[in-house]
């Protein structure tokens, strides 16, 4: 990538792409549905990041490393972002579509780190790590995400439906 000053470069740019992406990618009703994925995703990818950086990966050009052993733009800003922009598309589809369209965002994450671990000092896999590690971790991780939007819809379209018929009873009466 043509050594690490431009890697920063290359990550500075990409901080400053995804936090002006990320208000227009919460306009979309339902707010608190896309809020509760990003804030999901990022808590527990920073969670599991610690895990994977003891055992697995380093980072050896990442941004705040002084404060991060982790790295925070991918685990706070552009993973998050993709989730909740693959929630938002697979909002309404079946089980088959859902894992169907997962495939248009793991596929090229996978193929982003096995290029980055190849030719970069972004990222260096140890102890066994293969680029199928990225693609199952990424996978589960994106339905599992997906998995939580689903439970959180259905007790709030439970506690929608309290209401109606709480006013449906008021107007009876």
Request: with cysteine; proline share 4%.
């Amino acid at each position: 990538m043509g050594g690490k000053k431009n890697e920063k470069r290359f990550l500075y740019g990409l901080l400053i792409l995804s936090i002006a992406i990320l208000p227009f990618l919460m306009k979309r009703p339902p707010k608190k549905e896309w809020w509760l994925a990003y804030t999901f995703n990022a808590v527990s990818n920073i969670i599991l990041d610690k895990w994977v950086t003891r055992n697995f990966i380093s980072y050896p050009t990442r941004l705040f490393p002084i404060i991060f052993n982790i790295h925070i733009l991918y685990n706070a800003f552009l993973y998050p972002i993709v989730t909740v922009i693959y929630n938002q598309w697979t909002s309404k589809d079946n089980l088959i579509g859902i894992v169907y369209k997962l495939l248009f965002f793991t596929v090229p994450l996978t193929i982003f780190e096995f290029w980055a671990e190849r030719k970069t000092g972004l990222i260096k896999w140890s102890n066994g790590w293969q680029w199928y590690h990225t693609f199952l971790s990424v996978s589960l991780k994106s339905l599992i995400t997906r998995g939580v939007l689903s439970i959180s819809r259905i007790f709030r379209d439970k506690k929608t439906l309290k209401t109606v018929n709480r006013k449906k009873d008021c107007s009876l009466h």
